[in-house]
């Protein structure tokens, strides 16, 4: 018959649990931050023209700002 007594089982059984919380806790975090980077990496490839065309896809600038900007990155 197993005894909770001081036999070291009551501490050891105590803390068990929140420890593989938090174990698995850092595994997803981990794998949730690896996700970000990979897809953050996609992003970063853009280029300022390609910026420039969805800015002006959204309606965020006219088509004069687009075409100005557009000879802007062209000339340099």
């Known amino acids: ?9 009551q501490w050891g059984m105590g803390f068990g649990w929140p420890f593989m919380i938090f174990f698995w ?3 997803i975090l981990g794998i949730v931050y ?8 996609a992003k970063k490839d853009e280029t300022p023209l390609e910026i420039l065309k969805r ?4 309606g965020e600038i006219t088509k004069d700002e687009y075409d100005r900007m557009k000879d ?4 340099h």
């Open 34 to 41: 690896i996700i970000k980077m990979i897809a953050g990496a």
């Open 25 to 27: 806790v850092l595994i």
């Open 1 to 9: 018959m197993m005894h909770w007594g001081n036999n070291g089982w």
């Open 55 to 58: 800015r002006y896809a959204r």
């Open 72 to 75: 802007d990155l062209l000339k």
